[in-house]
């Protein structure tokens, strides 16, 4: 392995890193335009810790055969033109399911009850000069769950939440085989039939704003909406707005369309707990994060084939398959 030149990147999960630079012959995916041609046609994969890649970077690379992607969101690359160009793009489902479903409830219960804000009361001293802290005007009894996108962590999510005693209904690309909760075919069906979103869905064209301010009243005054898959799929401003005016009554959110900012309005919004994308950020979880981006590489300069690759470029290990 010590001899494939590999670019990896500068910043993101160091273990990972480190263990990609002790295995590989690697070079700074930051300075991918300051190699020479030469430099750039020897370079075979990409270790990618959460950069962006195109095909501008792929056109620079052209004998790249993966790309080996740390997070099981992958909108930050285009597979699309990788899968064009024959090159694979792995990610990192499975292994952080649970962590991100653990999150999503404890986003959600903080939400609902307010659970920041009266830690900070008791700090602040509030208790002992004002006494106890206000009753929550919200509750997780009696409601009525969506979770938008029922894929892996989708059903990790309801599943805890069936121990909950809550209603449980979904809306998805299509409908889930042995997937026994309500299924709405539309996002707006969905919010009518719910008063609390949980948005798990995959940044993609068909997601991009699909929360809006329609949706936000749909899901009413007492509504509450949680965001742990990605901003984009949110309308920010209109969100904020929705908290600001009481459209809905409360939002928790570990992810924003524009990280690290965070839109000034949400960070001045009532009833909102935000979280700064850490719904899989344990040493626990990230390592085996980690491993996965590590074993897609190995295995393909071994065996070529890859462990999880991306829907999109999945076809083309099939042509590296022996007959
Ligand atoms: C990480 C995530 O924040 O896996 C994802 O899609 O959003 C997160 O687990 C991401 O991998 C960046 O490190």
Same mark, same amino acid.
């Given at each position: 392995?010590?001899?494939?030149?590999?670019?990896?990147?500068?910043?993101?999960?160091?273990?990972?890193?480190?263990?990609?630079?002790?295995?590989?012959?690697?070079?700074?995916?930051?300075?991918?335009?300051?190699?020479?041609?030469?430099?750039?046609?020897?370079?075979?994969?990409?270790?990618?810790?959460?950069?962006?890649?195109?095909?501008?970077?792929?056109?620079?690379?052209?004998?790249?055969?993966?790309?080996?992607?740390?997070?099981?969101?992958?909108?930050?690359?285009?597979?699309?033109?990788?899968?064009?160009?024959? +090159?694979? $793009?792995?990610?990192?489902?499975?292994?952080?399911? %649970?962590? =991100?479903?653990?999150?999503?409830?404890? *986003? /959600?219960?903080?939400?609902?009850?307010?659970?920041?804000?009266?830690?900070?009361?008791?700090?602040?001293?509030?208790?002992?000069?004002?006494?106890?802290?206000?009753?929550?005007?919200?509750?997780?009894?009696?409601?009525?769950?969506?979770?938008?996108?029922?894929?892996?962590?989708?059903?990790?999510?309801?599943?805890?939440?069936?121990?909950?005693?809550?209603?449980?209904?979904?809306?998805?690309?299509?409908?889930?085989?042995?997937?026994?909760?309500?299924?709405?075919?539309?996002?707006?069906?969905?919010?009518?039939?719910?008063?609390?979103? +949980?948005? $798990?869905?995959?940044?993609?064209?068909?997601?991009? %704003?699909? =929360?809006?301010?329609?949706?936000?009243? *749909? /899901?009413?005054?007492?509504?509450?909406?949680?965001?742990?898959?990605?901003?984009?799929?949110?309308?920010?401003?209109?969100?904020?707005?929705?908290?600001?005016?009481?459209?809905?009554?409360?939002?928790?959110?570990?992810?924003?369309?524009?990280?690290?900012?965070?839109?000034?309005?949400?960070?001045?919004?009532?009833?909102?707990?935000?979280?700064?994308?850490?719904?899989?950020?344990?040493?626990?979880?990230?390592?085996?994060?980690?491993?996965?981006?590590?074993?897609?590489?190995?295995?393909?300069?071994?065996?070529?084939?890859?462990?999880?690759?991306?829907?999109?470029?999945?076809?083309?290990?099939?042509?590296?398959?022996?007959?």
């Amino acid at each position: 392995m010590k001899t494939v030149p590999l670019l990896v990147s500068s910043r993101g999960h160091a273990p990972t890193r480190e263990r990609i630079v002790d295995l590989f012959n690697t070079s700074n995916l930051d300075n991918l335009e300051k190699l020479t041609n030469d430099q750039r046609s020897c370079i075979r994969a990409i270790g990618c810790l959460f950069d962006a890649l195109g095909a501008k970077q792929f056109d620079l690379l052209p004998n790249l055969e993966i790309v080996s992607s740390f997070g099981v969101g992958y909108d930050q690359i285009d597979a699309a033109a990788a899968a064009e160009r024959g +090159i694979i $793009v792995t990610h990192t489902p499975g292994v952080l399911d %649970d962590e =991100v479903a653990d999150t999503a409830i404890g *986003l /959600l219960l903080c939400t609902l009850r307010e659970l920041p804000k009266a830690e900070d009361y008791l700090r602040r001293g509030d208790w002992v000069s004002n006494g106890p802290y206000p009753l929550s005007n919200l509750t997780l009894r009696g409601r009525k769950i969506g979770i938008f996108g029922m894929g892996r962590i989708g059903r990790a999510i309801a599943h805890r939440l069936e121990g909950f005693g809550v209603s449980i209904a979904y809306h998805n690309r299509s409908q889930v085989p042995d997937c026994n909760y309500q299924y709405f075919r539309s996002l707006s069906e969905l919010a009518t039939n719910v008063d609390t979103l +949980i948005n $798990v869905a995959p940044a993609t064209q068909q997601t991009t %704003d699909a =929360v809006d301010t329609d949706i936000l009243k *749909l /899901l009413g005054t007492n509504g509450v909406f949680i965001n742990i898959g990605r901003g984009t799929t949110v309308v920010e401003e209109e969100l904020a707005q929705a908290l600001h005016n009481g459209t809905i009554a409360a939002a928790g959110l570990d992810v924003y369309a524009k990280e690290p900012q965070v839109h000034n309005l949400l960070i001045s919004a009532p009833n909102t707990v935000l979280l700064p994308h850490i719904a899989s950020a344990s040493v626990h979880t990230r390592a085996a994060m980690g491993q996965l981006v590590i074993d897609n590489l190995v295995a393909w300069f071994t065996d070529q084939t890859a462990i999880t690759p991306v829907p999109e470029t999945r076809h083309l290990l099939d042509q590296h398959r022996p007959a």
